[in-house]
Structures are given as structure tokens and as C-alpha cells.
């Protein structure tokens, strides 16, 4: 199935999300009653909602996005020309920039989006929040009612899970085990909130993520049996 997918038809991508206020004590008492009931069971009894709230960007409901990244392999080049690029700023531009690029340059059916966990995470979250700010929905993330089996995307954590569906592989230990250059060699997920809302580094923050996007394309390289990209074959714009 892989091999009959053209490489080019493929939009790679990644986000990274932060609380949507930098500490517990900043949102209302309503929103503060809300995060409790929501984390309850995940917080189990040691943990009150405060201390809990550092994970806050995990929910789109308590989370934001701020920064959005993509990769496509360019036909107008050689073939393994890669480029990539990233949307920052307010959330509401980078949710907008994002889909007039699926509308203008990927909105066809044989188009797909791919990411890691993406199914269960990037995808839907982005589609939550576009719809919390009062946005169309791309055709490519209309996915009401649809279960993460359902989406017409690729998921690589659900191509490595080869039927398995009790089965988490980070993107990190997934590209260690495929021989794939470790995109983790600065920040990792857990610091995010804390370089963006402390050292206010969202240079840093797109870079990590370009390099997500990267990884996730390497490793659908080598899903497909095909050499991997070099860096010259790499354009960050």
C-alpha cells in the first residue's frame, strides 16, 4: 500500500501546544472546576489540579497551538527535495495560514496528511481548535464523528502498530530502532511550555518541531524501503 502512494501527495506535519494560560492560578474559578473534573482520573489523588496543569496543552480544550510545521517532498526540484516550513504568532493566524495552505495546495482526494500519533492527536486537535475560534474546517480535517481508524490520513505510531492497537512507539525510540537521526538533540515535549512561556523562544520551539516533521517523513522512507534524505535535500524556508 505504501509503495503505491505517491510521496508527493503526502503533507507532513507536526504541532506543539502549551497550557492556554501560563499558570493554573491565572484561569477563572469556572475553568479551574472544569480542569479538575476533566483530569480527575489522570491525576489520581497525589496530585491536585495546580499541580497538574503543566500537562494543561494536552487537551485543546485547556490548550493552545503555537506553532504548526510542515514538509512535502517537492516535484519541482529532484525528487528528494524537502522543504519545510512553519506557522507561529497568534493562534487564530497560525490556524488560518495552516488551512488556506490544505485548501490551496492539498485539498485533493488523493492528498494525505501524515503524522506521528496523528490520529489521535495532531489531527483532531487541530479541528477543535478551529472550531473553539469560530473557523471553517479544511475538507482534509472535516472529521466529525469518524474514528481514528476511519481518517483517510496516515498515522506512522499506527503503521509501526501493524494491527496492534495496544501498542505506543515514541517518534524518538521509533526512528533509534529504524536507524533514522534522532530528531530529540535539544528540547523535548515536557520543556515546551517552559521555553515558550518562560524564555519566550519560539525560534526554538519551530525548530524542534521542523524537526519532527523531518523525522516523520524519514521514517516513512524507510517504511517504504527508500533511502532516506540527506541534509542537502533539505530546505527549511
Same mark, same amino acid.
Given at each position: ?70 514538509? *512535502? ?9 524537502? +522543504? &519545510? ?7 487564530? =493566524? #497560525? ?8 485548501e490551496e495546495h ?58 496492534? *492497537? ?9 526512528? +533509534? &530502532? ?7 538533540? =535539544? #528540547? ?38 527508500e533511502p532516506l ?9
Amino acid at each position: 500500500m505504501l509503495q503505491r502512494l505517491s510521496i508527493h501527495n503526502i503533507l507532513f506535519l507536526d504541532i506543539e501546544t502549551v497550557p492556554q494560560q501560563e499558570d493554573f492560578k491565572d484561569l477563572d474559578k469556572i475553568d479551574q472546576e472544569l480542569f479538575a473534573q476533566k483530569t480527575q482520573y489522570q491525576r489520581r489523588d497525589d496530585k491536585t489540579p495546580e499541580e497538574f496543569y503543566d500537562r494543561a496543552g494536552i487537551w485543546a480544550e485547556f490548550g493552545k497551538i503555537i506553532c504548526i510545521s510542515v514538509g *512535502y517532498f517537492s516535484e519541482k526540484t529532484s525528487n528528494s527535495s524537502f +522543504r &519545510v516550513r512553519s506557522f507561529t504568532g497568534e493562534e487564530r =493566524d #497560525i490556524l488560518m495560514d495552516f488551512s488556506a495552505l490544505l485548501e490551496e495546495h492539498f485539498s485533493r482526494r488523493d492528498h494525505l496528511l501524515c503524522a506521528h500519533n496523528g490520529k489521535e492527536f495532531d489531527f483532531p486537535y487541530i479541528a477543535r481548535r478551529l472550531v473553539i475560534h469560530g473557523l471553517p474546517l479544511p475538507v482534509k480535517l472535516n472529521l466529525f464523528g469518524k474514528k481514528p481508524w476511519e481518517i483517510p490520513h496516515l498515522d506512522t505510531m499506527e503503521l509501526w502498530k501493524f494491527g496492534d *492497537y495496544k501498542h505506543f512507539t515514541s517518534i524518538k525510540l521509533l526512528t +533509534r &530502532v529504524l536507524g533514522v537521526p534522532s530528531p530529540k538533540d =535539544d #528540547i523535548d515535549g515536557s520543556q515546551v511550555r517552559d521555553v515558550f512561556y518562560k524564555e519566550n523562544d519560539i525560534s526554538r520551539i519551530a525548530t524542534y518541531c521542523e524537526k519532527d516533521v523531518i523525522a516523520v517523513a524519514q521514517v516513512l522512507l524507510r517504511m517504504r524501503n527508500e533511502p532516506l534524505l540527506k541534509d542537502s535535500d533539505i530546505v527549511i524556508k
